[in-house]
């Protein structure tokens, strides 16, 4: 299965699989038709780069034109993982990938599947999250077949990605270097390996260039709306249960994200999932608890925040993005 995957990227066909965040959905990063069926697929602006993926990190060179040494340190530490590195682009790198920009973002994932499908391809592999644009991340092969399959050529079922949020992405180009998009990597992790860098306070503000749609954005991951369910969703302050059941009151069919003492505190027209206490387990768990409560046909979502701290971090940024209505995502 992997050998004819591989052979379908290098034949420019997309081909979905798991790594260790999320499914990702690849082309061969050479080929700009290929690249540019992604975009077609998922819906997505052509100003919102790619992640290239590659399975060697001697192969940074085929697709980034320098690898400064704060790259090596990391790469050194975290690879393979889910540490996203922005680095100066390679020229054979065609402009579609890195959506114009002189940039472009790599990573080397640690899902065997992942990296066995890019030695099959022989190539450098773009691929987003398999999703379709401003939605929720796939975390298994289904949530991928329910909203892409039939616009793309296979989906490799590795089973759940167990990872369950998109990587931490870092900008090494400038320095210091600056955090792009909170991950499974810590901004405290990275800082111990390499010192300070720079975390993206208001970044949640920055918003896309309205007016011009072929201006590159920075990281797209910084959009405000972005990662969100069909449905409203609202983290609740204060007494989550009594929102819920407020809501089921007013006529809706609601879905709970909630914690672990909630147990039981169902009724007819709320449906209760109640989250791990452990935040990788919350992370693991959290966008397929999302598509499970879509597909069950929810007309609004509430979640019970989970406690602050830095372990926290991701979890949190991806519910704010989720909670936000008012913006089209990249
Ligand atoms: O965990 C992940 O990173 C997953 C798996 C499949 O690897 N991929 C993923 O890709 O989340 P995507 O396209 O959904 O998110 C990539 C993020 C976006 O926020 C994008 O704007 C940013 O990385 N990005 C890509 N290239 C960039 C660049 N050259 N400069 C700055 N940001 C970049
Ligand atoms: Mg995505």
Request: a neutral charge; charged letters at 20%; hydrophobic letters at 45%.
């Amino acid at each position: 299965m992997v050998a004819r995957a591989g052979a379908v990227l290098r034949a420019g066909g997309l081909v979905a699989f798991p790594t260790e965040t999320v499914y990702g959905l690849g082309a061969n990063a050479l080929d700009e038709a290929a690249v540019a069926r992604i975009f077609v697929a998922k819906g997505r602006p052509a100003r919102n780069p790619l992640i290239v993926h590659v399975a060697e990190v001697e192969h940074v060179a085929r697709v980034a034109a320098d690898w400064p040494e704060v790259a090596a340190r990391l790469a050194e530490r975290f690879w393979p993982g889910p540490l996203t590195l922005v680095l100066p682009k390679h020229q054979d790198v065609p402009s579609v990938v890195t959506a114009g920009g002189a940039t472009v973002a790599v990573r080397l994932p640690a899902h065997s599947l992942a990296r066995a499908l890019i030695r099959a391809a022989g190539v450098p592999i773009a691929a987003p999250s398999a999703n379709p644009s401003a939605r929720i991340s796939a975390t298994r092969a289904e949530h991928v077949v329910r909203w892409l399959g039939g616009r793309i050529e296979l989906v490799l079922d590795g089973g759940p990605a167990y990872g369950g949020l998109e990587s931490t992405v870092l900008d090494v180009t400038c320095s210091p270097p600056r955090l792009l998009r909170f991950g499974l990597v810590s901004p405290g992790a990275i800082e111990a390996t390499i010192g300070g860098i720079a975390l993206p306070v208001n970044v949640a503000r920055e918003r896309p260039p309205r007016e011009d749609a072929n201006v590159p954005l920075r990281s797209p991951g910084m959009l405000d709306r972005h990662y969100a369910p069909d449905v409203p969703l609202t983290c609740a302050v204060g007494d989550a249960c009594e929102q819920a059941r407020s809501m089921v009151y007013a006529g809706h069919r609601v879905g709970w994200l909630a914690r672990d003492e909630d147990v039981g505190k169902d009724l007819p027209g709320l449906t209760v999932v109640c989250m791990p206490g452990d935040p990788a387990a919350y992370a693991a768990m959290l966008y397929a608890a999302l598509h499970a409560l879509e597909s069950a046909g929810v007309e609004r979502i509430i979640v019970s925040l989970p406690p602050y701290g830095e372990a926290w971090q991701a979890v949190h940024d991806r519910l704010r993005r989720a909670a936000i209505r008012d913006t089209p995502g990249g």
